[in-house]
């Protein structure tokens, strides 16, 4: 599984006070802090024209970090394909105002190159290109759907740059 297909699982998500939080630069993450139940769809072999899907269910951990600039994310789901073990580390870069978001699994032990981006109207959006299989893929991320105790996050892979895109990763946080 490649690892930017694990970057997914980092989502911002709604307060736990009961209301929604309009992301705030610097601490656009600061409503996912807190424990959430996560219920993830992957897609098994993406870019290959393949339908089959992969569920897992667990639990994701967020701690802040550095008053807002940074967040620690560690996920942990299983479903009837495996487990999943994901720590993510995701940083504020004050000169962009952009996040970049870290992915590391336990089966590697390695970090994903960052996707890129930003939150407007209460919507975030990170980018990114990695080659797989010989191929320039565009990565997309996208936070969406952000409720007082949900949100949803998918992730989705391009091979011509953008024009189309396959969906293969939506997980849901929940309170």
Known sequence: MPRCLLIVLLAACASSTGTVEKPTVRGDFNFHIGTWQTTIRRLVKPLSGSTEWADYAGTTIVRRVWDG?????????????????????RL??????????HVGSSRS????????????????????????????????????????TSCRFEQAFSIDDGKTWEVNWVAIDRR
């Open 92 to 101: 504020f870069d004050p000169g962009t105002k952009q996040w970049a978001l």
């Open 109 to 148: 032990g390695e970090l994903s190159p960052p996707v890129i981006g930003r939150f407007q109207d209460g919507r975030g959006e990170f980018f990114s290109h990695e080659t797989m299989d010989g191929r320039d893929v565009r990565i997309r991320f996208v936070i969406s759907d952000i409720t007082p």
């Open 69 to 89: 600039r940074a967040n620690l994310v560690e996920l942990t789901a299983s479903g009837p394909s495996g487990n999943l073990e994901l720590l993510s580390l």
